[in-house]
Nanobody
Framework: QVHPVESGGGLVQAGGSLRLSCATS????????MGWFRRAPGKERAIVATISWNGGRTYYRDSVKGRFTISRDNAKNTVYLQMNNLKPEDTAVYYC??????????????????WGQGTQVTVSS
């Protein structure tokens, strides 16, 4: 299993930027797809972005396309989420997790895990 620890969240004004990091322990992330997820108040956890094992394929939810960039450093067992032009609707707890394999990127949060504590992102208007 891959055990994630998220960091980099905080309070930022609309239009600002944050870079989230996900340091992992346990199994090497090079065997897995990785994803960033978020849970807004009163809502279920949702996929924000996913990345294949070697970074060759990425997916973004429509609302973050062009603003967020997911990347990974397998040598450091770390995944990143660069978030630009943040909006109040991006406010949520952000999580990362591993899933799938070197040939499969899951498309639902239930196929990723285990989960860490997450990092809070709050965007003020």
């Amino acid at each position: 299993q891959v055990h994630p620890v998220e960091s980099g969240g905080g309070l930022v004004q609309a239009g600002g930027s944050l870079r989230l990091s996900c340091a992992t322990s346990g199994q090497a992330i090079s065997s897995f797809a990785m994803g960033w997820f978020r849970r807004a108040p009163g809502k279920e956890r949702a996929i924000v972005a996913t990345i294949s094992w070697n970074g060759g394929r990425t997916y973004y939810r429509d609302s973050v396309k062009g603003r967020f960039t997911i990347s990974r450093d397998n040598a450091k067992n770390t995944v990143y989420l660069q978030m630009n032009n943040l909006k109040p609707e991006d406010t949520a707890v952000y999580y990362c997790a591993a899933g799938g394999s070197t040939w499969y990127v899951p498309q639902v949060p239930a196929d990723f895990g285990p989960w860490g504590q997450g990092t809070q992102v709050t965007v003020s208007s």
